[in-house]
Structures are given as structure tokens and as C-alpha cells.
């Protein structure tokens, strides 16, 4: 069974969404606040890699590099370890993401 993420607010601590995959957690992470995102095949030492790369379009900002990349050789592996490392990472100022089951635990304290 395929784990769900709870995407919260990190400024009101309200869900943003629940029921997520992985990839679509990320992609509500890296598309807050009008940021747009890709993954980028690149090389490395001659060996292919993928690489996270954003840029925030309102504010006419280029595209850069982000500190994410995975050396998995095929594009399904490396964005689903990518996507993973944004959920882990919990980004100040960024929405951030918990499983479903532990955000249900959470409310259910409250």
C-alpha cells in the first residue's frame, strides 16, 4: 500500500491537502508561493544524474539548481527519490508534509 501525505501550512499549521502521493506532495512544496520546478537530466563524471532545479517566475528569477539531485539511472527511480527528499526536507517559510497516519494522530489530540 502506497503511503499518503498531509500537505500543512506552516504558517497556520492547517492542511493544505490530504491523500497525497509523494509526487504530488512535492510538487504542492515546490510550487508554493508561484515557484515553478523541474528535474534536469545532467552528467556527472560522466555518468548521468538528476538534478532539482526551480525558479520563482513572479519575481523574473532564472532558473537554478537546488541542493537535490539523485545518481539513480532512470528518470521513474531518481524522481521518486528526489520527491522524497522534499517531503523530508522541511523547508523553512514552505508548506511541509507528514503521512496521512501521523496527521490523523495529530488531530485526533487535539
Request: hydrophobic fraction near 40%.
Amino acid at each position: 500500500m502506497e503511503t499518503k501525505y498531509t500537505v500543512i501550512n506552516n504558517g497556520s499549521g492547517e492542511a493544505i491537502e490530504t491523500g497525497c502521493t509523494v509526487a504530488e506532495a512535492a510538487g504542492i512544496i515546490l510550487t508554493d508561493d508561484g515557484a515553478d520546478w523541474e528535474i534536469r537530466e545532467a552528467e556527472y563524471k560522466s555518468e548521468p544524474i538528476f538534478e532539482l532545479w526551480t525558479r520563482k517566475q513572479v519575481a523574473n528569477r532564472p532558473w537554478s539548481k537546488t541542493v537535490l539531485f539523485s545518481l539513480a539511472t532512470d528518470r521513474d527511480t531518481a524522481e521518486a527519490e528526489i520527491f522524497q527528499d522534499v517531503v523530508a526536507a522541511n523547508w523553512p517559510r514552505h508548506p511541509y508534509a507528514m503521512t496521512d497516519a501521523a496527521y490523523a494522530e495529530i488531530a485526533a489530540a487535539e
